[in-house]
């Protein structure tokens, strides 16, 4: 039987755990609600995103060769590429997102940005929602599950990772088991899925070279006249010659 008190204790006892959300049931609560809306071309021209109606063909078709040639590298397989500049400022934000976005093209596969730059993080605006979690903030609190990083985007089958709230130690975060574990995970249980990694410049950044080590693929995005000869080969000396398939000339 039960009395006043313990319908009382009871009461009180919800009202704690009530208050004990956790950060993990939040964004799960948040991400249930969430309806993203596809971008308008007008709204796909002003973040420079290619797409398959747009009127400049030429930059359209220097993004699917690229895809092309990367397909075609991997024999078919889903991949990680990291796309990282020689410099600072140098593109490899853009070329990122439009490889990506050349992925999406095609109905039978998508891609997934990571946005490891985390000094200059460029992806929120991609999704269509607030983001209450990202890429480093799953990385120090084990309640957060993969998927609650993991946002759809105005633009169709292209997924995107946030940086995250935590933008300092970078080189701890990305050399983690951990982050290990999320790249491995959603390469392998998303085979139709390739994985783009936005990083800093790889001679400025321990992180990119670390993030250089997870990754298949490693693209170099040089900008025109803002880099030396000497840079471009630190940075070609950075990355494991094997896994260097190429590099941008960004103007």
Not at 175 to 195: G, T, V
């Amino acid at each position: 039987m039960e009395t006043n008190g313990d319908k009382s204790k009871m009461k009180d006892e919800n009202i704690v755990h009530l208050g004990r959300e956790t950060s993990a049931v939040r964004i799960k609560n948040i991400r249930s609600m969430a309806q993203v809306r596809t971008f308008t071309e007008a709204e796909l021209q002003k973040r420079k995103i290619v797409y398959a109606g747009m009127p400049d063909k030429k930059l359209l078709n220097i993004y699917r060769d690229i895809r092309t040639k990367l397909v075609r590298k991997s024999s078919g397989k889903n991949f990680v590429l990291l796309v990282s500049s020689v410099c600072d400022g140098g593109g490899a934000s853009f070329n990122a997102l439009n490889i990506a976005a050349a992925f999406s093209l095609d109905e039978a596969k998508t891609s997934m940005l990571l946005d490891c730059n985390l000094h200059n993080s460029s992806f929120s605006d991609l999704v269509g929602m607030d983001v209450e979690a990202g890429l480093t903030d799953y990385l120090v609190d084990d309640e957060i599950d993969a998927e609650d990083v993991i946002y759809a985007s105005g633009v169709p089958r292209v997924r995107v990772v946030p940086a995250g709230t935590y933008t300092e130690s970078g080189a701890e975060y990305f050399s983690s088991l951990r982050m290990a574990q999320f790249i491995e995970s959603i390469k392998s249980r998303y085979p139709d899925r390739f994985i783009v990694i936005d990083a800093p410049a790889l001679t400025n950044s321990a992180e990119a070279r670390i993030l250089a080590e997870l990754s298949d693929y490693v693209l170099m995005v040089v900008p025109r006249g803002m880099v030396t000869q000497q840079q471009i080969k630190k940075s070609r000396e950075a990355v494991d010659r094997e896994k260097l398939i190429g590099f941008i000339f960004n103007n």
